[in-house]
């Protein structure tokens, strides 16, 4: 495996498999930038919903993504100076942004601005093709999954803690579909890439999953 001189973790998987809490984790222990790459791609979703741009319509879409004003700031995403987190983490959103992630074009135009998030003292960026497009040099590659029916039993009860009505039969259903829309597409599909190794979570607390991380990463890096 080839050593960027900056450290990358890279952590890719299905929807709600927890990869972003525990990248986020991770980035916090080891103070390294973080990159909630799926993120990116909901704001691009919810700038076209906002703009009336059809989810279709790859070159407009394309074009707007190459001038997308968003930013991170303490754990709240931003578009255009307005703090749009909670539109950006509904399940609306999470759709659009799988259907417009299939289009070449858009990938496209989001990715040196993902790459803008690589800085010292390291990174730990998470999503779909992380390893495998975004970073292929990095130190470590993480394909983080659980099984459906356990996915979709944390976001239920991730919904109901926050008092959101959900519908676990529903999510169940929703998660299958998108799994299957990232996983067949043609440009960068949701894959464990060769040189990556698998974090199965289905029997792993977050703290186990953490440390497994940065256990992995320390012992490619001693
Ligand atoms: O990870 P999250 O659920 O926030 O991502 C929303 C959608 O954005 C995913 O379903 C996927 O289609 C897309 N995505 C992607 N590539 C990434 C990150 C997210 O295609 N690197």
């Known amino acids: 495996m080839i050593l960027s001189l900056i450290p990358v973790i890279a952590i890719d998987g299905p929807s709600a498999s927890g990869k972003g809490t525990?990248?986020?984790l991770v980035a916090e222990q080891l103070k390294f930038h973080y990159l909630d790459s799926g993120a990116i791609y909901r704001v691009a979703a919810l700038a076209a919903l906002r703009t009336?741009?059809?989810l279709e319509d790859e070159s407009a879409l394309s074009r707007m993504a190459g001038k997308l004003d968003v930013s991170f700031k303490n754990g709240e995403i931003w578009?255009?100076?307005e703090c749009v987190s909670m539109d950006a983490r509904s399940?609306?959103?999470g759709n659009a942004a799988s259907k417009i992630a299939?289009?070449?074009k858009l990938r496209l135009a989001l990715l040196d601005f993902q790459r803008s998030f690589l800085g010292h003292p390291g990174l730990v960026a998470?999503?779909?093709d992380m390893g495998s497009v975004v970073f292929p040099d990095a130190t470590v590659k993480i394909f983080l999954t659980a099984?459906?029916?356990i996915r979709a039993d944390r976001r239920y009860k991730q919904l109901i803690e926050k008092g959101i009505h959900a519908n676990l039969s529903r999510i169940l259903q929703d998660?299958?579909?998108r799994d299957a829309r990232d996983r067949e597409r043609s440009v960068a599909p949701l894959q464990k890439c060769a040189d990556a190794s698998l974090l199965d979570t289905d029997s792993l607390t977050i703290t186990d999953a953490v440390n497994e991380v940065i256990g992995r990463y320390q012992a490619l890096r001693a």
């Open 52 to 54: 009336g741009i059809s």
């Open 22 to 24: 525990v990248a986020a």
């Open 126 to 128: 998470d999503g779909r």
């Open 91 to 93: 399940e609306a959103t």
């Open 147 to 149: 099984s459906a029916e």
């Open 102 to 104: 299939a289009l070449p």
């Open 175 to 177: 998660l299958q579909q």
């Open 79 to 81: 578009l255009a100076g």
